[in-house]
C-alpha cells in the first residue's frame, strides 16, 4: 500500500500526535503489539460496553478504564488495586476480531505504529433492539469526546456492519455519522462489508400491469430468516409469498401492526412499515420462524403486483452470509448495493477488499450502486495479524482492509496536523487525498467504479505536495 516511503526519512510518518480509534469486540490490552518498550501501555481510554459497573461520564452502560489502571494491571502485582482494575480483569475479546483490526491500524508492527489508541468494546443490543445501532452511536460519541479532551486528531476504525436498512444513507444512524463526522477534526472508515457474492440481496424495477416473481431458496437447517423488502412509499403493489410445497399467501395489507401466516412448519410474520422522519423509502418486514427447529427449506418466491407504480424501484436484503448458510441466497442476486450499514453513510471513507498477492478484486467485498461507494479498496485476503492472549493468526475480509485505511488516514493527519503542512487535513480532505492517489487494479478500466472505487490504496501517492 505504498506505506514504507513515509515512514522512512525524510517524512518519517508513524502517526505520532493522533488517535486511532477502534470500536470493536474489543482488545487484548496485554498482547505486545499496543505496549511500549518499557510494558507501560499505548491505550489511553478502553470503554467496555459490556462490563457494568463504572461507565464513561454522561454514559450510562459498561465500563471505562484509564491508561492508569491498565498500566497497574499489566504490572503484574497478581492483585486488583481498585475495583476498576478487577472488572479490566475481566474485559475479554472473545472472537479476536477487534484486536486483529487495532493490530493493523495501530499496533507496533501495524500502520500508525506511535499513534495513542482507544479502544472500545461494543456491547449487546438490548433485546428487540436494532444491531447494536445505539451501542455504536454511544461508542463513535465517546471516541469524538475523547478525542476533542486530548485536543488530538482522532482516525476512527469502524468494521462492523449488517444488511438491516434501506442502504440509501438516510437512516438515523448513517445520518448520525455524517453530523458527528463535522465536529472535530476526525477520519471515520467503515468497512464495505463481506457481502458482493453472498446473493443475499437483489432488486429490480416494476411497471404497470406487469408481475414479477422473486425466488429465493432457504438451505437446510436455517434457524433464522427474514426479509426486507425496500421500495418507494409513492408505489403500490401488492405481495404474495409461496411456500415451497406451493401453497400461496397474500396479499399483505398495510393497516395492521403485525400479520401472521402458518405455511408448512414455519410461520411468517409481516410487518409493514412507514417513511420515517429520515427517510421516504417504506419496508415491507418478512419474519420466518420455524414451528419445530428449522425453517423450511426449498424454494421460496415472492410475487410483486403492480397496482399503481410511479417510480417502481425495489430492494431485498436477507440477513448477512455470517448469519444465514451459502444456501440461502436468491436465486437471481444482484451484487451491487451489497454494502453493509454503516459503509453507506456519505462522510465516511468505505473500504471495500482487493486481494493483494494477485493484484484483484475480492469477490466477496461489498460493491456501492453509483460508483461514488466504496472509496477504495485495501489488502484484507490473509493478512497476518495479532491474535488474543498473544501470537499471530492470518484474518481475511474488508474488516481487516479498513484498518489498513484508517492508519493510513492517521499519517496523512500526522503530516497534515501535526508537523504543520495544512492544518486542515482531516474530514472529506483526507479521503479526496486517498481517493486521489488510490492505483487501478488490472481488471478495471472505469474509476471510480461499483467494485473498487477509485482504486487501491497508495499512500505515498496520497500525501499532498511529493
Not at 99 to 110: F, H, M, R
Not at 266 to 275: D, N, R, S
Not at 458 to 463: L, N, R
Request: proline fraction near 6%; aromatic fraction near 10%.
Amino acid at each position: 500500500s505504498c506505506m514504507t516511503p513515509v515512514q522512512r526519512p525524510p517524512l518519517s510518518l508513524s502517526g505520532r500526535g493522533i488517535l486511532v480509534a477502534v470500536l470493536d469486540s474489543g482488545v487484548d490490552y496485554r498482547h505486545e503489539e499496543f505496549r511500549n518498550p518499557d510494558g507501560s501501555s499505548r491505550i489511553l481510554a478502553y470503554w467496555d460496553q459490556s462490563i457494568p459497573g463504572n461507565p464513561p461520564e454522561g454514559y450510562y452502560i459498561g465500563s471505562e478504564f484509564t491508561r492508569e489502571q491498565i498500566d497497574a494491571v499489566l504490572a503484574g502485582d497478581g492483585e486488583a488495586v481498585s475495583q476498576g482494575e478487577e472488572g479490566l480483569r475481566e474485559s475479554r475479546d472473545l472472537s479476536g476480531h477487534g484486536t486483529g483490526v487495532l493490530a493493523i491500524a495501530a499496533g507496533n508492527q501495524g500502520v500508525a505504529y506511535e499513534s495513542d489508541i482507544l479502544a472500545v468494546k461494543l456491547g449487546t443490543p438490548r433485546e428487540d433492539g436494532f444491531p447494536r445501532t445505539t451501542e455504536l452511536m454511544q461508542g463513535l460519541d465517546y471516541v469524538i469526546r475523547k478525542a476533542q479532551e486530548y485536543r488530538m486528531p482522532v482516525a476512527v476504525n469502524i468494521s462492523f456492519g449488517n444488511t438491516y436498512g434501506s442502504h440509501t444513507g438516510s437512516s438515523l444512524l448513517e445520518t448520525y455519522i455524517d453530523d458527528v463526522s463535522a465536529l472535530w477534526k476526525s477520519v471515520i472508515c467503515v468497512g464495505s462489508g463481506n457481502e458482493g457474492a453472498g446473493g443475499g440481496h437483489t432488486s429490480g424495477r416494476l411497471q404497470n400491469g406487469r408481475t414479477e416473481n422473486v425466488e429465493f431458496t432457504v438451505g437446510s437447517y436455517e434457524l433464522v430468516m427474514n426479509l426486507q423488502v425496500w421500495k418507494n412509499y409513492e408505489d403500490v403493489f401488492d405481495i404474495y409469498l409461496v411456500h415451497p410445497n406451493g401453497i400461496s399467501v397474500g396479499p399483505f395489507y398495510e393497516g395492521t401492526p403485525v400479520q401472521r401466516y402458518r405455511m408448512g412448519n414455519t410461520e411468517v410474520l409481516v410487518y409493514f412499515g412507514a417513511p420515517s422522519p429520515y427517510s421516504v423509502s417504506q419496508e415491507i418486514y418478512l419474519d420466518f420462524i420455524p414451528e419445530n427447529e428449522y425453517v423450511d427449506s426449498g424454494i421460496w418466491s415472492i410475487r410483486l403486483v403492480p397496482r399503481r407504480i410511479v417510480e417502481g424501484t425495489y430492494q431485498m436484503w436477507m440477513p448477512g452470509s455470517s448469519v444465514v448458510g451459502a444456501d440461502t441466497r436468491f436465486l437471481n442476486p444482484v451484487e451491487v448495493n451489497t454494502l453493509t450499514i454503516p459503509s453507506t453513510a456519505q462522510k465516511v471513507i468505505t473500504v471495500g477488499a482487493y486481494r493483494a498477492s494477485a493484484d484483484a478484486y475480492a469477490d466477496f467485498s461489498g460493491r456501492g450502486e453509483n460508483g461514488r461507494k466504496p472509496s477504495l479498496v485495501a489488502p484484507g485476503t490473509n493478512i497476518l495479524t495479532a491474535a488474543p492472549g498473544g501470537g499471530y493468526v492470518r484474518q481475511t475480509g474488508t474488516s481487516f482492509a479498513t484498518p489498513f485505511v484508517t492508519g493510513a488516514a492517521a499519517l496523512l493527519m500526522q503530516y497534515g496536523i501535526t508537523e504543520g503542512n495544512d492544518p486542515y487535513l482531516y474530514g472529506e480532505k483526507v479521503k479526496a487525498y486517498l481517493q486521489r492517489g488510490a492505483q487501478p487494479l488490472p481488471a478495471f478500466r472505469e474509476y471510480p467504479n461499483t467494485a473498487v472505487g477509485w482504486g487501491k490504496l497508495c499512500v505515498e501517492k496520497s500525501i499532498p505536495n511529493l
